[in-house]
């Protein structure tokens, strides 16, 4: 089975600085993907990055970059340079081999994340 | 390339009444998910499609509840009878059958049974 846990409250974070949204996961899969979804207040699920399990570096993708400590079980989303339009709900999700017993993604709870002018 | 598109966006219907909700997903996906979120539960998986075969139905709520592949471009999941609690907003998402695997998810269709 696989878990995930978000268990921060709402985050509020002040225009143009750092933000690091927690996520811990638990598998018993030696292979699994890690994601970080959007949901902005329109509603859609906008996919933000990604990280394979057996990735030696943590994935970055522009703004975003994931803080991946497998040792720990921690996939850690690090927002730079925070926007006003990233104010949104944060989910961290996760995957198992598609084609293996574990190929749905099973999200956390989600975080809401504020941004202040 | 066009998303998942899901359709309808919006339906508000009677308690009783029998709800269809369709999805396609991007061409050349080999699954489809079908998801519920409430704020209570959050999203929850109900049931998902490895090349229009069912492979995980395990979070159906109900009989009440049933979900069809016929074809690699079209998904339905119906609801009958419809109850009160079953209003959510209902999301259809499809990956590709590779290592990544990411989800790329409709805009959802938001369910109100009143």
């Known amino acids: 089975a696989q878990k995930i846990t978000q268990t921060q409250p709402g985050m509020f974070v002040q225009e143009k600085e750092a933000v690091t949204l927690d996520c811990t996961y638990d598998?018993?899969?030696?292979?699994?993907?890690l994601f970080w979804y959007k949901q902005p207040s329109s509603g859609e699920m906008i996919f933000l990055i990604y990280?394979?399990?057996?990735?030696?570096q943590n994935a970055t993708e522009g703004r975003y970059s994931l803080n991946f400590q497998k040792a720990r079980k921690s996939a850690n989303l690090v927002i730079s340079a925070s926007q006003l339009g990233d104010s949104a709900m944060y989910f961290c999700?996760?995957?198992?081999?598609?084609?293996?017993?574990?190929?749905?993604?099973?999200f956390g709870k989600g975080i809401t994340l504020s941004v202040r002018p | 390339d066009a998303g998942v598109i899901q359709s309808p966006r919006h339906e508000v219907t009677e308690m009783g009444q029998e709800v269809t909700l369709r999805c396609k997903p991007i061409?050349?996906?080999?699954?489809l998910f079908w998801y519920r979120q409430t704020m209570m539960r959050g999203l929850e998986l109900l049931i998902y499609?490895?090349?229009?075969?069912?492979?995980?139905d395990s979070g159906m709520p109900e009989d009440r509840f049933s979900a069809k592949m016929p074809n690699a471009s079209f998904s339905t999941l119906k609801i009958q009878p419809s109850e009160p609690r079953d209003s959510a907003v209902y999301f259809c998402?499809?990956?590709?059958?590779?290592?990544?695997?990411?989800?790329?998810f409709g805009e959802g269709s938001r369910l109100t049974v009143l």
């Open positions: 998402a499809s990956s590709r059958d590779r290592t990544r695997g990411e989800l790329f």
């Open positions: 598998t018993s899969d030696p292979s699994y993907g």
């Open positions: 990280q394979g399990s057996y990735d030696q």
């Open positions: 999700a996760m995957r198992g081999s598609p084609g293996g017993a574990n190929s749905k993604l099973t």
């Open positions: 061409s050349g996906h080999d699954y």
């Open positions: 499609f490895n090349n229009n075969v069912p492979i995980d």
